[in-house]
């Protein structure tokens, strides 16, 4: 078997960084601002796996690369070609894709395979490989995920270098010159939208009036005595939901539920909400108040008192979760304007709630209601409880109003767009085709507007903004909301949800990518259009994410505005659910054996039919997301108990996926852990929180495959571990991930065997294999001790047993005597205290601020490893002063960082997260580190050459 890169080592820092880049909100224009997918596979780790998946790793070829020496130079050549694919905005950037491309061509006879991804979900894997120059499958059951991976693959490419049709930008550019990349395409897109803008202005602007400041609003409230008289362009109104007061003394007068009165908490620009009471009439309002508040707690909590419990504004007593309950489904659920966000020009103001406001809200007669049910059980929370059922029940009237009108005006200007293309010259056929697809890319436009403009969207105090439903995988409920003007809000209104889409538009197509193809494959099912393919998928999880329930909210839509263009895909109702692969009991009466079931079962049966489908010259690759970097806590009093679950089920899903990949006959070949939480350099230092996403590489296993039995396993483990960890230590994987990179080898060997048996005859489980690589894992990097010099040895058996708090000295002196040195030895070595019978290692910020490894007459790597981490993690020296010392260390550097691993495992072991944080800071900077020390280097040599 030829190893492929990937199933050798990867420049994972480098890969992390790029992820966690292209995970972040706020980073311009990219592909996912083209609709809204959850848990987005980032690309960068996507385009990294396909090319690693290729290309050969060196030592495949010791002909060419007789020596390690030899393949590590060759293996840094292929990181480097990784790390200029992890470059930002690379779709501008056609030369790194060619050299990837070019490289690629050498490992398979000239031609590169097909890719497949069988979940294709929100499109990663496929887009980064008809990037590449693959041809691209993306299959899923999920009409949505299907639909947008037919914009990347089929729409924008076939489009690509055209001009644009509209009327407006041709005379500009003079009407028949070919366009650049998706660059026609998204003119045409933008122009027909605001075309669809100033339309809907017209026929339902009635509904957005702006607030009128007057003298009155002024006399209460000073801060809007600049604006007597002015009209202002509203931004949003505030909402809250009122419920029945359980008090009778209230005589059923409904009081409002807020999570927060906070309008703007930015320090400096405060904005809050103050209510009047009158509890002889039981009435509330409330004034708005700017300035910093006395209580801010108070301004925080708002009516709030618990998860989803509440005070009564006009009596103070409690209401409860049941209470809210029992009024929403019986329909008692009401909602109160207290406050307007407008727009001066120059900022926000803050107006309190008028009466015209509030009845022109209610004026909305929609035409259209969309149908379906919301799941009263979902993972991450759901609004169903409290008796929003139906998807129409999201939306205010106004807003079910405004999104029916937007829905129907992309309709009308097909009528448009066809007329013009036909006048720049497209035959009939392609006049249609194009139509089409300007019209899909209006109604993704629509559907972000969606996202923004319903009864669930919250007011960000923070940010002074609107906050979109799916900012988590849930349909949570939310008490006080923002109602954004669809028609100008700075974030909600169509034309900046038109904007997103566009600039997405403009950032899918690279010089070179191929055409490739979306299809409507239920995985778990025999299918016969595509064969020998190399296949890279980011399956569901388990029960983490009920992606079909979720995107019933973004079905209904297109289904009205486009469902004639794309018959197959919105053939029924809603989103099918019965064959989707994810454990949900609620789909099995409650029964989590059931659901078990019904996900293993798929999986197996999916791996099985995908194990025959692939090109075996390549390992299949599997993403498993061991945590969800999107993880809020939500309203619903639920919730808490539904993440315990999911923590839980964690686990359970990461051995069902081995299981159902050993079981349909893979041997894993590797795995590797990928962070790509915003923050993943903050996490992987300060936090021993799992890694964002586990990459699994497997390959077939051979037909007659042995058999083995404990006994010979865990001695293989024992011999071939410590090889393969070496190498993973070379990739500089961060101490925190290590466990689980170790698991890649540790299943290989385990997964090669048709079975390996216990001794009472049984096959020994995925659970127990795990169980035992973890053991032999810290028992090798035991072994490895062997390297350091004799006093470290002692202070790693030390600190194993009591870290840097006191022992006994008599307990110490008799250890010294294994570890063949001595107490007096180690003090003169500067690394322990003693005192009145006690022995203690010296903190790192204890050891001495001058120290010079070239004059220490008792050099230990204990020491050096102390006095890097001194300077980096607890001094914050800098990297700079840290690579100093790295650079007059010399190769006693790496045994610095081995050790630092050995610590880490240790400090793991005994929960002493404080101390754990800093050895993998350490080795998280260690690439930095060890380039800064080679400039160093390369400085005093410049330096002596000179003089």
């Known amino acids: 078997m030829t190893r492929k890169l990937i199933e050798v080592a990867l420049p994972l820092p480098e890969i992390n960084d790029a992820s966690a880049y292209d995970k972040m909100p706020g980073i311009g224009a990219h592909p996912k601002g083209i609709h809204h997918w959850w848990a987005r596979l980032p690309l960068p780790v996507a385009r990294a796996v396909l090319f690693a998946s290729v290309v050969d790793d060196p030592s495949s070829h010791p002909e060419k690369f007789p020596t390690e020496e030899a393949q590590e130079a060759e293996r840094e050549r292929l990181f480097g070609i990784v790390r200029r694919m992890m470059s930002k905005q690379l779709h501008k950037h056609p030369e790194i894709y060619a050299e990837a491309r070019e490289e690629m061509l050498k490992y398979c006879d000239g031609k590169l395979p097909p890719v497949l991804d069988p979940f294709a979900g929100g499109g990663s894997i496929p887009l980064e490989a008809a990037r590449l120059g693959f041809e691209a499958y993306a299959a899923d059951l999920n009409p949505v995920a299907v639909l947008l991976n037919k914009c990347n693959l089929e729409i924008v490419p076939r489009w690509a270098n055209h001009p644009p049709v509209n009327p407006e930008t041709r005379e500009k550019i003079g009407g028949t010159e070919g366009g650049n990349g998706a660059d ?472 069902t996926m081995l299981e159902a990949l050993i079981g349909t006959g893979f041997q894993i070949t590797a795995t590797w852990p990928v962070r790509a939480s915003q923050k993943w350099r903050m996490n992987a230092m300060e936090t021993n929180a799992l890694a964002s996403y586990i990459v699994i590489a497997c390959r077939p296993r051979p037909e007659g495959a042995p058999q083995t039995d404990r006994r010979s396993f865990v001695a293989e483990l024992k011999r071939e571990l410590p090889v393969a960890l070496r190498r993973l230590r070379q990739g500089n994987i961060a101490p925190v991930d290590f466990a689980q990179a170790a698991i890649g080898p540790g299943m290989a060997i385990y997964s090669k065997y048709r079975r390996v048996l216990e001794a009472s005859g049984r096959p020994m489980t995925v659970r127990t294999a795990l169980g035992l690589i973890n053991q032999v894992l810290t028992e090798v990097l035991s072994e490895q001790e062997d390297e350091f010099d004799n006093d470290t040895r002692w202070a790693i058996a030390w600190f194993e047993q009591h870290g840097f708090f006191e022992g006994d000295f008599g307990n110490a002196e008799l250890l010294s005597k294994a570890k063949a040195t001595s107490v007096n030895g180690l003090v003169e070595a500067g690394i322990v205290a003693t005192r009145a019978g006690g022995v203690r290692l010296l903190r790192p910020e204890e050891l001495k601020k001058d120290w010079d490894p070239a004059t220490d007459k008792r050099f230990t790597v204990w020491e050096a490893t102390h006095h890097l981490l001194r300077l980096y993690w607890y001094e914050k020296a800098g990297e700079e002063a840290t690579a100093l010392l790295l650079q007059r260390l010399g190769s006693y550097g790496e045994l610095a960082r081995e050790l630092a691993y050995r610590l880490y495992n240790v400090c793991e072991k005994r929960n002493w997260s404080q101390e754990a944080q800093g050895y993998n800071a350490l080795v998280v900077g260690w690439p930095e580190l060890a380039r800064l020390s080679r400039i160093v280097v390369s400085t005093k040599q410049l330096t002596l050459e000179t003089t």
């Open 184 to 655: 026609g395409l998204a003119a045409d897109v933008h122009y027909y939208g605001q075309v669809i803008l100033e339309r809907a202005r017209k026929r339902i602007g009635h509904l957005y009036p702006p607030v009128k400041v007057t003298a009155e609003m002024a006399a209460e409230h000073p801060h809007l005595q600049p604006y007597v008289g002015k009209e202002l362009p509203v931004i949003a109104w505030i909402w809250a939901r009122t419920v029945p007061s359980p008090n009778p003394a209230a005589r059923g007068a409904h009081v409002p539920l807020m999570s927060t009165f906070w309008l703007s908490s930015k320090k400096g620009s405060e904005a809050w909400l103050e209510p009047v009471v009158d509890r002889a009439q039981n009435t509330w309002r409330f004034l708005v108040r700017t300035g910093a508040p006395k209580d801010r707690e108070a301004v925080k909590a708002g009516t709030k008192t618990g998860r989803a419990q509440f005070r009564c504004l006009l009596t103070g007593d409690p209401i409860s979760d049941d209470h809210i309950k029992k009024e929403g489904r019986a329909g008692r659920l009401g909602q109160r304007l207290v406050a307007i966000v407008a727009d001066t020009g120059r900022g926000r103001v803050y107006v309190p709630a008028t009466t015209s406001h509030e009845a022109v809200a209610g004026q909305g007669e929609p035409s259209w209601r969309p149908g379906g049910e919301i799941p009263p059980k979902l993972t991450g929370g759901t609004c169903a409880l409290y008796g929003l059922t139906k998807m129409g029940d999201l939306f205010t009237p106004r807003q079910l109003t405004a999104m029916v009108a937007l829905s129907d005006l992309i309709w009308e200007v097909r009528a448009d767009v066809r007329q013009d293309a036909l006048a720049a010259g497209l035959s009939e056929a392609d006049a249609d085709a194009y139509t089409a697809a300007i019209v899909t890319f209006l109604a993704l436009a629509l559907d972000r507007c969606a996202d923004f403009n319903n009864a669930l969207c919250r007011w960000e105090a923070s940010r002074v903004e609107i906050k979109n439903l799916f900012a988590r995988q849930a349909i949570p409920m939310v008490w006080d909301f923002a109602e954004g003007n669809p028609l100008g809000s700075p974030r909600s209104g169509f034309d900046v949800c038109l904007e997103r889409v566009v600039e997405g538009l403009e950032h899918v197509y690279a010089s070179g990518s191929n055409i490739g193809h979306a299809r409507p494959i239920d995985a778990a099912r025999p299918w016969d259009e595509i064969s020998s393919v190399l296949i890279s998928t980011d399956p569901p999880y388990y029960d983490n994410i009920g992606y079909a329930a979720l995107s019933d909210f973004f079905y209904v839509w297109l289904r009205r505005t486009i469902g004639d263009l794309y018959p197959d895909l919105f053939a029924t109702i809603l989103v099918p659910k019965e064959p989707e692969l994810v454990a949900a009991p609620e789909r099995f009466d409650g029964d989590k054996r059931k659901a078990k079931e019904h996900f293993e079962q798929g999986f197996r049966r999916a791996f099985a039919i995908l194990r025959e489908k692939m090109d075996q010259r390549f390992p299949l690759t599997v993403y498993y997301a061991f945590k969800q970097d999107d993880v809020e806590s939500g309203e619903d009093g639920e919730e808490n108990e539904q993440n315990e679950e999911a923590r839980i089920d964690r686990t359970t899903g990461w051995e």
